[in-house]
T-cell receptor, first 112, second 117 residues
């Protein structure tokens, strides 16, 4: 079992839809959870950063972490064509030398 | 300035060439990273510099040689690469070295797309 599993996609939705992106993980020691957005041929851009369990909202984006289920989600409300990109979940331990462990990424296409 | 810049954007090289990738940040970050990303795959960590010292080498072949001349600059020297080394090479930086916490937010550059013929 991989440390971080992410739905492979791709995912195609109409403009205005609510999008739910999910990752599961096996290492219960992960404490920090991130979502990156990567446009084609660009570097990843940090979207959301969450510590431990709970929700975090930023505009149309909401990140959820459920440590008891080892499950994280990113919700995108009122999706726009400009949200079309690859979304990568990532997580890290706490303490020194904690590397980012990435999911494989899911490609989202929002149709006008 | 919240940018990580990388040059060149594209690089084509033969297997006998020597070339270098450059990365620069002016955010005062003290940790810098090199990642390799193949198509439709997540980034793979190669090297980490913390306070200008190499702190992590993820068993990367010696044909890749990192260098951190100062806290703002990171180079990756390439020599005798193989076609399978063709990939997007990403540089990232964070406020402090790896260790979790908000200060471990990594900011990525746009990458250098490398093709080895």
């Amino acid at each position: 079992q991989k440390e971080v599993e992410q739905d492979p996609g791709p995912l195609s939705v109409p403009e205005g839809a609510i999008v739910s992106l999910n990752c599961t993980y096996s290492n219960s020691a992960f404490q920090y959870f991130m979502w990156y957005r990567q446009y084609s041929r660009k570097g990843p851009e940090l979207l959301m950063y969450t510590y431990s369990s709970g929700n975090k909202e930023d505009g149309r984006f909401t990140a959820q972490v459920d440590k008891s289920s080892k499950y994280i989600s990113l919700f995108i409300r009122d999706s726009q064509p400009s949200d079309s990109a690859t979304y990568l979940c990532a997580m890290s331990l706490t303490g020194a030398n904690s590397k980012l462990t990435f999911g494989k990424g899911i490609t989202l296409s929002v149709r006008p | 300035d919240t940018e990580v810049t990388q040059t060149p954007k594209h690089l084509v090289m033969g297997m006998t060439n020597k070339k270098s990738l450059k990365c620069e940040q002016h955010m005062g970050h003290r940790a810098m990273y090199w990642y390799k990303q193949k198509a439709k795959k997540p980034p793979e960590l190669m090297f980490v510099y913390s306070y200008e010292k190499l702190s992590i080498n993820e068993s990367v072949p010696s044909r890749f040689s990192p260098e951190c001349p100062n806290s703002s600059l990171l180079n990756l020297h390439l020599h005798a690469l193989q076609p399978e080394d063709s990939a997007l090479y990403l540089c990232a930086s964070s406020q402090v070295g790896l260790g979790g916490g908000r200060n471990n937010e990594q900011f990525f550059g746009p990458g250098t797309r490398l093709t080895v013929l």
